[in-house]
Each structure stands twice: as C-alpha cells, then as structure tokens.
C-alpha cells in the first residue's frame, strides 16, 4: 500500500527537542516502512526520519507555530506530492480541509489536541468527507457528538529507550518532570511533591512562549533550589538520560491531557509513573503496575514514599507488549485497509 503520512510543519520529525505530535509521526512512519508498506512522510526539509520524505518547506516553521501562510503552503505541497498515493493520513489541521480538492483521495486524520469547543466544531466540519482517529478514549468522550472512526493509542519502539535502574546521577537519586513549562501541565504541584516526599526533583520542559515564562517566573521559580533544579529544554539523548535515572516520573496534571507521550518514554525506561488519574492518565497508567494514579497531591506524596515496590520491568514490557509501536501500526494498517477497500 502507498502510505503518505503528513505532519505539521512546526518541528521536525523526529523532533530534536519537546514534540509529542512529531514523536508519533516518527514512530509511525518508522513502523510502517518496517512492516513492508511503501511509505512517503510529508515534512519539512530539516527532517531526519529515514523514510522517503517530501517537503516545501525548507525548515520547521517553529517561530511561526499555528499561523495560517506555511501551513496552507506545507499542505499544498504535501498533497500535490503524493495524490497518487492509495491513502494518506493527515496529522495537520488545515490539511484535512484542502482534501476536498481530491474528492477520490482517501484521506484520514488524527485529533491530537483536545476536543475544545472550537477544534470540536472543525472536525465536525470536516469528519463528512474525512474520517477522524482519536487517540484515547479520555479525548473521544469530550465530544461524544463526533463520530469518531477508531481509538488508536500511541506506541513506542522500546528499543530505542536505555532501560534504567532509576539509581540517579551523581548527586544522588531523583525523580523528573518532563513537558511544557505550563501550569495545566503542574511543574509546581510536582516540585511540592517530591519536596515533601524528601525527592530531589530535576525539571526539563519546554518554555519558548510567553506565557511559559510568565508561569515560571510567577509559580515555578520561586521553588528551586538545590532540590529543585531547573535543566531547561533538553535534547532527545539527554532526556533518555533523566527517564532512565530517575526514581518516578511525576505526571501532576489537572487537565483532560489527550494522551501524554512522556508517560510511554518513562515506561520504555523502566520508570514507573506518578499521575492523578485526569484525561488519559487511566488508560496508560496500570496503577499499582506502571505507576499509581494519585487523587491528589497527598497521595502522589505517599506514593513516591512507596516507590521502590514497583517493578521497573513490568513497566518495560507494557511498552514493548501493548504501547508498542508494531501494535500502534498494526492497527492503523488494519483502518487503512478498511478505507481504501481491502489490502
């Protein structure tokens, strides 16, 4: 089967720092080549997958993120590129609406963000001729009235993640924060918790927007110190260092998070995950098994106190059985082929 993948034009694919989106796509494309398929990933020309690869765009628009101009211009290219394919699956927002232009194409796409009110009302707008992936059931239930075609969760290649003994550095033991520098995401809810569990915590996030920062300076600096360092954004070698080495990922969430990729990057490890059960948390955590789903922060507190009797390997083979990547693509190729007919 010709398979083109497109991904947003924001970062490159695979992503050298934070990008969840691009993590998947990667992984993706990846499986797919590896299964046999003839694959073509639509990126920007700074990409490094090994895949065949098509771009317009020289360079990931990062600066530029959700604006309407290079993302109509990545689209345009993208599917003047491969509209003799048998099928793509699109992972922009804009794409899915220029696929009316090809009207024989099939075409799929994936909901990564949450359904809000107003990414709601595209997909409805767009689900006649395009059908829609959710990616947690957790994401589906927040818009019931879309008929969404299948539930796929994320997988990983387990493969590529040093399996750790969550030992730490050479300052001692540590748990992680890994993700967006943003209050939804609880930077500060986890240094309170690691600091009241007697935990150095170590901080790796993305924070290039404003109002990142502003979170930062407002709630999350006034925390550190020496057991509560901030490391900045941190590359993909570097933040398979921390995964490994740490005693927990803490996942503090108060939000519906569609999925969470880093939970899968901490599981790949072998280090268990800390989350209160909010969005996806539940379908990704076995609690008791890969981590404990906390009520609150009082719980996470005691949890982390009883972290050692979690089994770092039970957390390692939930990546390489389930939230594999060969699993994730198995069933993408089996709504592939739905779509175009059969295989």
Same mark, same amino acid.
């Given at each position: 089967?010709?398979?083109?993948?497109?991904?947003?034009?924001?970062?490159?694919?695979?992503?050298?720092?934070?990008?969840?989106?691009?993590?998947?796509?990667?992984?993706?494309?990846?499986?797919?080549?590896?299964?046999?398929?003839?694959?073509?990933?639509?990126?920007?020309?700074?990409?490094?997958?090994?895949?065949?690869?098509?771009?317009?765009?020289?360079?990931?628009?990062?600066?530029?993120?959700?604006?309407?101009?290079?993302?109509?211009?990545?689209?345009?290219?993208?599917?003047?590129?491969?509209?003799?394919?048998?099928?793509?699956?699109?992972?922009?927002?804009?794409?899915?609406?220029?696929?009316?232009?090809?009207?024989a194409l099939a075409v799929c796409t994936t909901v990564h963000g949450p359904l809000n009110e107003e990414l709601s009302d595209l997909y409805a707008a767009m689900s006649p001729r395009v059908p829609i992936i959710a990616i947690s059931q957790s994401q589906r239930s927040e818009a019931p009235q879309l008929p969404i075609a299948r539930v796929i969760h994320h997988g990983l +290649?387990?493969? =590529?993640?040093? !399996?750790?003994?969550?030992?730490?550095?050479?300052?001692?033991?540590? $748990?992680?924060? *890994? @993700? #967006?520098?943003?209050?939804?995401?609880?930077?500060?809810?986890?240094?309170?918790?690691?600091?009241?569990?007697?935990?150095?915590?170590?901080?790796?996030?993305?924070?290039?927007?404003?109002?990142?920062?502003?979170?930062?300076?407002?709630?999350?600096?006034?925390?550190?110190?020496?057991?509560?360092?901030?490391?900045?954004?941190?590359?993909?070698?570097?933040?398979?260092?921390?995964?490994?080495?740490?005693?927990?990922?803490?996942?503090?969430?108060?939000?519906?998070?569609?999925?969470?990729?880093?939970?899968?990057?901490?599981?790949?490890?072998?280090?268990?995950?800390?989350?209160?059960?909010?969005?996806?948390?539940? +379908?990704?955590? =076995?609690?008791? !098994?890969?981590?404990?789903?906390?009520?609150?922060?009082?719980?996470? $507190?005691?949890? *982390? @106190? #009883?972290?050692?009797?979690?089994?770092?390997?039970?957390?390692?083979?939930?990546?390489?059985?389930?939230?594999?990547?060969?699993?994730?693509?198995?069933?993408?190729?089996?709504?592939?082929?739905?779509?175009?007919?059969?295989?």
């Amino acid at each position: 089967m010709r398979i083109a993948l497109i991904a947003p034009p924001w970062t490159p694919i695979p992503p050298p720092l934070y990008g969840g989106i691009e993590l998947v796509v990667d992984q993706l494309a990846r499986g797919l080549l590896a299964a046999g398929q003839d694959v073509t990933l639509c990126t920007t020309g700074d990409s490094s997958c090994p895949v065949p690869r098509h771009w317009t765009l020289p360079h990931a628009e990062g600066v530029r993120i959700g604006m309407a101009v290079p993302e109509l211009r990545h689209v345009i290219g993208a599917y003047d590129a491969v509209s003799d394919h048998d099928i793509v699956h699109d992972h922009t927002v804009m794409g899915p609406f220029y696929a009316e232009r090809y009207p024989a194409l099939a075409v799929c796409t994936t909901v990564h963000g949450p359904l809000n009110e107003e990414l709601s009302d595209l997909y409805a707008a767009m689900s006649p001729r395009v059908p829609i992936i959710a990616i947690s059931q957790s994401q589906r239930s927040e818009a019931p009235q879309l008929p969404i075609a299948r539930v796929i969760h994320h997988g990983l +290649e387990s493969a =590529d993640f040093p !399996v750790g003994n969550g030992a730490g550095d050479a300052v001692g033991p540590y $748990v992680l924060f *890994l @993700g #967006r520098m943003s209050a939804d995401k609880g930077a500060h809810r986890a240094i309170a918790v690691a600091r009241a569990a007697g935990y150095r915590i170590l901080l790796a996030a993305k924070m290039r927007e404003p109002w990142e920062q502003d979170y930062f300076d407002a709630e999350v600096a006034p925390l550190l110190g020496t057991d509560a360092v901030y490391l900045g954004e941190v590359d993909h070698t570097r933040k398979l260092e921390l995964l490994a080495g740490a005693a927990a990922l803490l996942f503090p969430i108060r939000w519906k998070e569609p999925f969470g990729m880093v939970m899968l990057e901490a599981m790949a490890c072998g280090t268990p995950v800390l989350a209160f059960p909010e969005g996806a948390a539940p +379908e990704v955590v =076995d609690d008791g !098994v890969t981590g404990v789903l906390c009520a609150d922060e009082a719980a996470m $507190v005691d949890a *982390l @106190g #009883r972290i050692g009797d979690l089994d770092r390997a039970k957390c390692r083979a939930a990546v390489e059985g389930y939230f594999s990547t060969s699993r994730m693509v198995a069933e993408h190729l089996e709504f592939y082929e739905e779509l175009v007919g059969g295989p």
